[in-house]
Nanobody, 121 residues
Framework: QVQLVESGGGLVQPGGSLRLSCAASGTIFCIKAMGWFRQAPGKQRELVARMTGNGKTNYGDSVKGRFTISRDNARNTVYLQMNSLNPDDTAVYYC???????????????WGQGTQVTVSS
């Protein structure tokens, strides 16, 4: 079983920065992908950033050039550096890790509890 614990959210002024962290614990054989999603009130959950196990990244259009996803494999931790924040970035941010089952024929997705990011003056 794998558990994800998120941290780093909070209140920030427009133009400011935050760094989210997501620490994974448990048995991890091989990561298929990891990423960050967000959901604002009245909106559907959307992709923020995603990284495959071999390091390929993709970002939501609204955050390209401002957000950066990274990972520390030694600490089983995923990060999201968020710069130039604006009020439209206000949402609950969820960490996601998709882990291969043994045999690489299927995978299972794990989700963090979510962390609130509020951008307001």
């Amino acid at each position: 079983q794998v558990q994800l614990v998120e941290s780093g959210g909070g209140l920030v002024q427009p133009g400011g920065s935050l760094r989210l962290s997501c620490a994974a614990s448990g048995t991890i054989f091989c990561i298929k992908a990891m990423g960050w999603f967000r959901q604002a009130p009245g909106k559907q959950r959307e992709l923020v950033a995603r990284m495959t196990g071999n390091g390929k990244t993709n970002y939501g259009d609204s955050v390209k050039g401002r957000f950066t996803i990274s990972r520390d494999n030694a600490r089983n931790t995923v990060y999201l550096q968020m710069n130039s924040l604006n009020p439209d970035d206000t949402a609950v941010y969820y960490c996601n890790i998709d882990i291969w089952n043994l045999g690489f024929d299927s995978s299972y997705a794990y989700w963090g509890q979510g962390t609130q990011v509020t951008v307001s003056s």
